[in-house]
T-cell receptor
Framework: DVKVTQSSRYLVKRTGEKVFLECVQD?????MFWYRQDPGLGLRLIYF???????EKGDIPEGYSVSREKKERFSLILESASTNQTSMYLC???????????????FGPGTRLTVL | DAKTTQPTSMDCAEGRAANLPCNHS???????VYWYRQIHSQGPQYIIH???NNETNEMASLIITEDRKSSTLILPHATLRDTAVYYC?????????FGAGTRLAVHP
């Protein structure tokens, strides 16, 4: 079974702090994704990566950056956390090599981040 | 993504079949239909996907109409653990757009 793990289930940070959310997948998938989920807004794509050291902006990249130094790990960074970044953050991975194709995405359990 | 339309909520008795409909009238010929579900406080879980033919796996069956404008996800024997939000998605370019989905409540 594909396993996608996220470093924390719950996280509380203060405004202005730098926040790191880590995601690891164990199936050698090329593609990895970061989403946030808010009530009434569904899941929105923040960033994705289709290879090591490659990244592409999603629909809402402002205020976020990402890092993919190893194939299995994709990190989401909030450079200076703000209260409007309080949300559920979901990481996913998929096995497709070609970035324009679609394949099944496997999600982690999510990190519920609260910024005070 | 092709736009998909699903009912907001549905109920199902435990042990009965749950049939969840989805309209995707603008779907193009090479776009798959994917179904995911999300149980409360968990990440979305892949269920099944299809292009033209009906599909079945250990979780569910997917029935796609011949014109591909709609599909139905069937959970043959719903259990209480199937209570979740079910999303019908027609992604393009590896981009999943999760709408509001259908909130399925399975009751004893």
């Amino acid at each position: 079974d594909v396993k996608v793990t996220q470093s924390s289930r719950y996280l509380v940070k203060r405004t202005g702090e730098k926040v790191f959310l880590e995601c690891v997948q164990d199936m050698d998938h090329e593609n990895m994704f970061w989403y946030r989920q808010d009530p009434g807004l569904g899941l929105r794509l923040i960033y994705f990566s289709y290879d090591v050291k490659m990244k592409e902006k999603g629909d809402i990249p402002e205020g976020y950056s990402v890092s993919r130094e190893k194939k299995e790990r994709f990190s989401l960074i909030l450079e200076s956390a703000s209260t409007n970044q309080t949300s559920m953050y979901l990481c996913a991975s998929s096995p497709v090599v070609r970035p324009l194709d679609t394949d099944t995405q496997y999600f982690g359990p999510g990190t519920r981040l609260t910024v005070l | 993504d092709a736009k998909t339309t699903q009912p907001t909520s549905m109920d199902c008795a435990e042990g009965r079949a749950a049939n969840l409909p989805c309209n995707h009238s603008t779907i193009s010929g090479n776009e798959y239909v994917y179904w995911y579900r999300q149980i409360h406080s968990q990440g979305p879980q892949y269920i099944i996907h299809g292009l033209k033919n009906n599909e079945t796996n250990e979780m569910a069956s997917l029935i796609i109409t011949e014109d591909r404008k709609s599909s139905t996800l069937i959970l043959p024997h719903a259990t209480l653990r199937d209570t979740a939000v079910y999303y019908c998605i027609a992604p393009r370019y590896n981009k999943l757009i999760f709408g509001a989905g259908t909130r399925l409540a399975v009751h004893p």
